[in-house]
């Protein structure tokens, strides 16, 4: 597996893998990352669809990227995907999956049709006092100290933050910035969290820095990622023959390693009850999505709480990456991600209007009308001052196929769901749905009297606790996470946010198909590149500009850099008037 960029590779079709057809494939999971896989070893390894065999433990695919109507709760979807341009892979992969809302075009086609159409920014991105707007003015609030800290971080070798959190390079200057509300609801991160993850992030969307006060560095799918993303894909594989198998845990995959090399020689699992074996040989590719954000996820309905699985480890996915893993140290250390639920937890809730009340409040807080089919709230609106930090979005409505054309669904969610809310004197994590629509609405502005009949006649809330939502920012080391093959793996492959690959970030939808795509190309030795990771961040144009972004306008010479070299003095100014250096500084407000 190599990379590449531009579009020479990016338009070509590999020619047939070597002895691809005595190949098998069998894929752990149907997420994302597994379904992806599939798609590349159908599109570009010319594996048989009968050959690919995917084992869901479920007895639907898509994992966290989900979207389901119950019959007795209603609309649930635990989380959204925001996407942007430079998603690579991904747009490499649904160029080729077809549509299953239009004929003749592919789900990249009506995606692009979508946003060029309808494109997403907010109106309102934070608010306060129960429903007024914050007026961040889109100013990042950044004191040259915090500025600094950012910069220093973003030039950090890798291996200086292994195990290192926020809170080791950043302070309180910091954390009171606009650019923290933005960038901790808009991404999930926590004060405790790994500082490696903050600086791969920054570096991988710096050239989206000036979009995260409005989101307009952000896209979205007409649907929620479900019908928008999973169903496409599945119908892509069932219709070239691959094989789904439900109700399938696979519970252990049994290596055989010897002189550095390591082969997966069998799969254990439990199908309906019953312990089954499947038997490997070196033709058979076996992959792997190891840990899971949404594992031991559980739901809560109007009048109760979701039950709060505490105890680390539980759940089919951890245990069989730590089967995995206590095998070979290559294989990771699925402890380091798992074991502290009280750091990774947060808690969501889905949110169906059911008459006019709840929408007229909607429509102040994102100007918008939220029924006209197009952009709603264009991305989360914060609550600033709120005790759990409660975020909520509403995308285009509707949001699902078969929802009433009188009824919005949206998505809550709390970053702090164990203090007391600012209406409900509860933890989040202790509230039902009821009591977590009533501290919405308190935020909207609802009057007080108003909101409980709201809260229990005007909506259904679904709460959804998720003790491993942010497992995948927990401060790690090398090794920790397993790279996507190996070092000595000859027919296995790890997929998914758990996998280990260069430059890219995770809790992302383009995390899990890069590590799908260069699991396939590495393991049928596909000849074709793998896109590599958008290289803004080495592009002097992108940075000028963001930083310019991130100064409010400010110019260079009004702030104290420590370079040492008087680069920016007055002085040094002169010596590259009538350069091209100062006509960049310049197109980017600079000086």
């Known amino acids: 597996m190599y990379y590449s960029n531009g579009n020479y590779e990016a338009f070509a079709r590999p020619q047939k893998p070597k002895d691809v057809d005595k190949k098998s494939a069998y894929l752990v999971g149907s997420g994302l990352a597994s379904l992806a896989a599939a798609c590349f070893l159908v ?56 549509s299953i809302e239009t004929e003749g075009v592919s789900v990249l086609d009506e995606y692009y049709w979508l946003n060029k159409r309808d494109p997403n920014y907010s109106r309102m991105r934070a608010s306060v006092n129960r429903g007024e ?29 292994y195990d ?40 991988r969307f710096i050239h989206h820095i000036g979009g995260l006060p409005d989101f307009s560095a952000l896209k979205f799918t007409k649907f929620n990622q479900y019908e928008s993303l999973i169903l496409p894909m599945v119908k892509y594989l069932e219709a070239h023959g691959v094989q789904f198998q ?85 294989f990771g250390r699925p402890e380091k991600f798992c074991s502290d639920v009280h750091a990774t937890n947060w808690e969501s809730a889905t949110v169906t209007t059911l008459d006019e009340r709840i929408p007229h409040y909607v429509r102040k807080m994102c100007k918008r009308d939220p029924f006209s089919g197009k952009v709603v709230t264009g991305g989360i609106i914060t ?66 009297e108003d909101i409980p009949d709201m809260a229990r006649n005007s909506a259904h809330t679904i709460p959804c606790m998720m003790p491993y939502i942010t497992s995948f920012f927990m401060p790690r080391t090398q090794g920790d996470r397993p790279k996507v093959v190996p070092e000595g793996c000859v027919n296995f492959a790890f997929i998914g946010q758990f996998a280990d690959t260069a430059r890219d970030t995770v809790f992302t939808t383009e995390y899990s198909v890069r ?16 896109p590599e990771v958008f290289g803004s961040c080495y592009d002097i144009r992108v940075l000028l500009d963001s930083t310019s972004k991130m100064m409010d306008g400010r110019k260079l010479t009004d702030i104290k850099l420590p370079f040492g070299v008087g680069f920016l003095e007055k002085k040094a100014l002169k010596k590259i008037s009538g350069t091209v250096l100062e006509e960049l500084l310049e197109r980017y407000h600079l000086i």
Request: charged residues 25%; negative net charge; contains cysteine.
């Open 43 to 98: 599109r570009d390894g010319q594996m048989k669809g009968e050959h690919i065999h995917i084992l869901e433990e479920l007895g639907l695919p898509g994992g966290a990227c989900d979207g389901i109507h119950d019959p007795q709760k209603g609309f649930i979807i635990r989380g959204g995907r925001e996407m942007e341009n430079h998603f690579e892979c991904l747009w490499d992969l649904f160029r080729s999956i077809p």
């Open 133 to 161: 707007d914050a007026h961040t003015d889109g100013k990042f609030a950044l004191s040259d100290k915090a500025a600094l800290e950012i910069i220093h971080l973003f030039f950090t070798k890798d291996e200086d933050l």
């Open 164 to 203: 290192k959190t926020l809170d080791d390079v950043f302070d309180e200057e910091f954390y009171s910035s606009n650019f923290w509300l933005y960038w901790q609801t808009m991404f999930a991160f926590e004060k405790w969290h790994s500082a490696l993850e903050m600086k791969l992030y920054i570096q």
């Open 246 to 330: 439900y109700n399938t845990q696979v519970t252990n995959v049994l290596f055989d390693i010897r002189e550095g090399k390591k082969v997966a020689r069998q799969i254990v699992c439990l199908h309906e009850g019953n312990t089954e074996t499947i038997d490997l040989v070196e033709d058979d590719l076996v992959f792997v999505t190891n840990g899971s954000c949404t594992e031991n996820s559980s739901l809560g309905d109007d009048d109760h709480a979701p039950v709060c699985k505490t105890q680390p480890g539980e759940g089919g996915c951890w245990e069989l990456w730590k089967k995995i893993a206590a095998q070979d140290p290559a």
């Open 383 to 448: 609550v600033k001052d709120s005790n759990w930090l409660m975020s909520y979005t509403f995308n285009r409505q509707p949001h699902f196929k078969e929802q009433p054309k009188d009824q919005l669904v949206g998505w809550i969610y709390g970053l702090y769901t164990d203090v007391p809310g600012n209406f409900v004197k509860k933890p989040m994590k202790e509230c039902t749905g009821v009591e977590i629509c009533e501290e919405w609405l308190y935020h909207m502005g609802v009057p007080e």
């Open 515 to 530: 590590t799908a795509m260069e699991a396939v190309y590495t393991l049928l030795d596909v000849d074709r590149g793998v």
